[in-house]
């Protein structure tokens, strides 16, 4: 396995709309392995392929203390439920960056694993939280798109000082 470039904000490949994954094989597979890998490396709870430079359908997520319960979702649809929940969010894509967000406090995913076959399952509180913030990234949407134009000019502006 093998790390991957996580990209950062404002790199304008984040804005790109991810397509489904047609093909289920042996190299879809190793990349669902570096995407999680590199995810627990970075350290995150979450991350997309879009974050990675490979604009496909797919996220990698564990919420768990231990990393011992990864959900590797490719093609992932979701169902939102209940209450709207405003929490802080943070981004490997924007690192440093804390920010209250507002998402549906339950949803229903279904999606194929890396060997194709559908999973569908209900999440709460924090799974559901960083599966919608990963989810937002494989339709172009980072989490500072919820914030105001005032804010994120001064993250840009911020993260591009400290790439300097």
């Known amino acids: 396995m093998s790390l991957l470039e996580i990209l950062h904000y404002p790199d304008p490949r984040l804005r790109t709309v991810a397509a489904p994954v047609k093909i289920f094989d042996q190299a879809l597979k190793q990349f669902c392995d570096n995407l999680l890998e590199t995810m627990y490396a ?3 709870i979450g991350l997309a392929a879009t974050q990675v430079n490979v604009h496909q359908q797919i996220i990698s997520v564990d919420v768990s203390e231990k990393q011992d319960s990864p959900h590797l979702l490719v093609n992932p649809t979701l169902t939102l439920h209940g209450a ?3 929490g802080e969010e943070g981004c490997l894509s924007v690192p440093g960056i804390y920010e209250p967000v507002s998402r549906a406090e339950r949803i ?4 194929a ?3 194709g076959e559908t999973v569908s ?3 709460e509180g924090l799974l559901a939280i960083c599966i919608q913030h990963e ?4 339709q ?3 989490f500072v798109d919820y914030l105001s134009g005032l804010k994120r000019n001064r993250i840009r502006k911020k993260l591009q ?4």
């Not at 229903?108 to 999606?111: E, G, H, L, Q």
């Not at 989810?135 to 494989?138: A, G, K, P, V, W």
């Not at 000082?161 to 300097?164: E, F, G, L, R």
Request: charged share 20%; glycine share 8%; aromatic share 12%.
């Open 108 to 111: 229903t995913v279904s999606a």
């Open 121 to 123: 399952f209900e999440a």
């Open 135 to 138: 989810y937002d990234h494989l």
């Open 161 to 164: 000082k400290q790439k300097k």
């Open 140 to 142: 172009g949407k980072l």
């Open 113 to 115: 694993n890396p060997l």
């Open 84 to 86: 709207q929940y405003a």
């Open 42 to 44: 970075a350290p995150g």
